[in-house]
């Protein structure tokens, strides 16, 4: 079992940056795979980025690429996402989710374990 805490969210003006931290505990984390989705009001939860388990593969969403970076500490068992020129249509509730198949999916159902969640506003 693992359970994970996300912090770091809030209110930024379109073209500014946020990280993102996602807290992990339980199941060592070096063994599993972990993304970020998000959801904006009325819309559906959407792939954002991942990372593989061994840390070599990284993924993202066209929307993101160049923009947001995925990475972890697994001394620390963290896992971050910087958000650097965000746009409104970034607003969302942000959740880092583990995979335990390892691969760093970008599909919701390959995710075992989904954080609470954090919002993020971007104002223009």
């Known amino acids: 079992q693992v359970q994970l805490v996300e912090s770091g969210g809030g209110l930024v003006q379109a073209g500014g940056s946020l990280r993102l931290s996602c807290a992990a505990s339980?199941?060592?984390?070096?063994?599993?795979?972990m993304g970020w989705f998000r959801q904006a009001p009325g819309k559906e939860r959407e792939f954002v980025a991942a990372?593989?388990?061994?840390?070599?593969?990284?993924y993202y969403a066209d929307s993101v690429k160049g923009r947001f970076t995925i990475s972890t500490d697994n001394a620390k068992q963290m896992a971050y996402l910087q958000m650097n020129s965000l746009k409104p249509e970034d607003t969302a509730v942000y959740y880092c989710?583990?995979?335990?198949?390892?691969?760093?999916?970008?599909?919701?159902?390959?995710?075992?374990?989904w954080g609470q969640g954090t919002q993020v506003t971007v104002s223009s």
């Open positions: 989710a583990a995979d335990f198949s390892g691969g760093g999916s970008t599909v919701q159902y390959a995710y075992d374990y």
């Open positions: 339980g199941r060592s984390f070096s063994s599993y795979g």
């Open positions: 990372i593989s388990w061994s840390r070599g593969s990284t």
